[in-house]
Nanobody
Framework: QVQVVESGGGLVQPGGSLRLSCTAS????????TGWYRQAPGKQRELVAT???????SYADSVRGRFTISRDNAKNAVYLQMNTLKPEDTAVYYCNAYIKSTGGRWQEYWGQGTQVTVSS
């Protein structure tokens, strides 16, 4: 069974940095596009950044230039480097990945989320 687990959240002051990690485990044949989403209290979940298997990236306008998504295929991992953090970045951050496991079909997986709080 495939599992996707995030880590690296926490409390940081405005202007600070955090690096989120997301690791997939289990029987994995291939990982396709992966991404980070976030959900702030009282708001809908929104897309933050995505990266394809060929490492093409895209970002929400609100984080472009401050956040960087990357992946390490050998470790089945995807990362989100977050710099110059703002209070409005406070949210639960979720990892999303399309993974091909046993059965040969692509399936979408979500992690459980990691809290990021930006506050002085």
């Amino acid at each position: 069974q495939v599992q996707v687990v995030e880590s690296g959240g926490g409390l940081v002051q405005p202007g600070g940095s955090l690096r989120l990690s997301c690791t997939a485990s289990g029987i994995i044949f291939s990982i396709g596009s992966t991404g980070w989403y976030r959900q702030a209290p009282g708001k809908q979940r929104e897309l933050v950044a995505t990266i394809t298997s060929s490492r093409d990236t895209s970002y929400a306008d609100s984080v472009r230039g401050r956040f960087t998504i990357s992946r390490d295929n050998a470790k089945n991992a995807v990362y989100l480097q977050m710099n110059t953090l703002k209070p409005e970045d406070t949210a639960v951050y979720y990892c999303n990945a399309y993974i091909k496991s046993t059965g040969g079909r692509w399936q979408e997986y979500w992690g459980q989320g990691t809290q990021v709080t930006v506050s002085s």
